[in-house]
């Protein structure tokens, strides 16, 4: 029921780090999704998306999957 695009822009730092934004989006409607949570699996790493949809993370450089979750009403 959602669809999350990310742009994945990476930005190396002295700790191997990397920030990573993205969109968080409705599969049917495409409208952004405010306040999903968006999460490093096995870490308590995460963020929440704004109220236009979007999220900044900032990851280790080895990271290479997120976890969008979200409770809303049809």
């Known amino acids: ?3 999350c695009l990310l ?3 990476p ?3 002295a700790m191997a780090q990397r920030i990573i934004t993205g969109l968080v989006t409705d599969a049917k409607t495409n409208e952004p999704l ?3 949570t968006v999460v ?4 308590t790493t995460g963020a929440t998306t704004g ?3 979007t999220f900044s993370l ?3 450089e080895t990271a290479q999957t997120l976890t969008v979750s979200y409770i809303g009403f049809d």
Not at 40 to 43: A, E, H, R, Y
């Open 51 to 53: 109220a236009d949809g």
């Open 58 to 60: 900032n990851t280790p």
């Open 1 to 3: 029921l959602f669809t």
């Open 7 to 9: 742009l994945l822009l």
């Open 40 to 43: 490093l699996p096995g870490t």
């Open 34 to 36: 405010a306040e999903a």
């Open 11 to 13: 930005f190396t730092t």
